[in-house]
Structure formats: C-alpha cells, structure tokens
Nanobody, 114 residues
Framework: QVQLVESGGGLVQPGGSLRLSCEVSGSILPLNIMAWYRQAPGKQRELVASITSEGEKNYADSVKARFTIARDNAKRTSYLQMNSLKPEDTAIYYC????????WGQGTQVTVSS
C-alpha cells in the first residue's frame, strides 16, 4: 500500500523560505513522476512543480526562479524548496506520485503572511 506524507509547512513571512518534504512508503514503480500541487481557497488545484525519475523538471510560471523541486530516490523522498515566498503562495500543498495511477498525500498548509 502506497502512502505519501508531506511535512515542512507552516507560517512564514513574505520573502521567507520553507522546504517541503514528501516521504513515500510502499511498493512503487521505479519510473515515475513526483510532483507538488497546491490549492488555495476558492481556487483550482494547480501543478507547482514536477520531476521525473530521470531528473527532468518542470515549474509553473508563477514559481520559476523561486522554487526548486528535487528528489532523493534512495530516501524515496521529494522536496520542494520555496524561496522568496509571497502571500499568493498561501495554499495547501499536496505531494503527488504518478505511476500507473496517482497517489496523493494529505497536504501540508503553507501560509505566507506578515
């Protein structure tokens, strides 16, 4: 049974930084895509960043140059380093693993406020 658990969310001031982590347990295919999504109140869930098992990365335009996605396959963990945070980054951030199906974490709250 595959489980994804996010951590690292919290309250941060504008301009601050946070690093989110997503730990994966269970049997998964080695070829996969790990991604981070976010959903703010009243908004659609949006893809923030993704990284393939080969290391190819993609970012939403709104977070390019500020966020960095990475993965450690040995630790079965993905990371989202968030720098220069803005109030509009406030959302619940969800870890995603895409293989033959999608697996989701329960989400971690990120609040950017002064």
């Amino acid at each position: 049974q595959v489980q994804l658990v996010e951590s690292g969310g919290g309250l941060v001031q504008p301009g601050g930084s946070l690093r989110l982590s997503c730990e994966v347990s269970g049997s998964i295919l080695p070829l996969n895509i790990m991604a981070w999504y976010r959903q703010a109140p009243g908004k659609q869930r949006e893809l923030v960043a993704s990284i393939t098992s080969e290391g190819e990365k993609n970012y939403a335009d709104s977070v390019k140059a500020r966020f960095t996605i990475a993965r450690d396959n040995a630790k079965r963990t993905s990371y989202l380093q968030m720098n220069s945070l803005k109030p509009e980054d406030t959302a619940i951030y969800y870890c995603n693993l895409h293989t033959f199906r999608d697996y989701w974490g329960q989400g971690t709250q990120v609040t950017v406020s002064s």
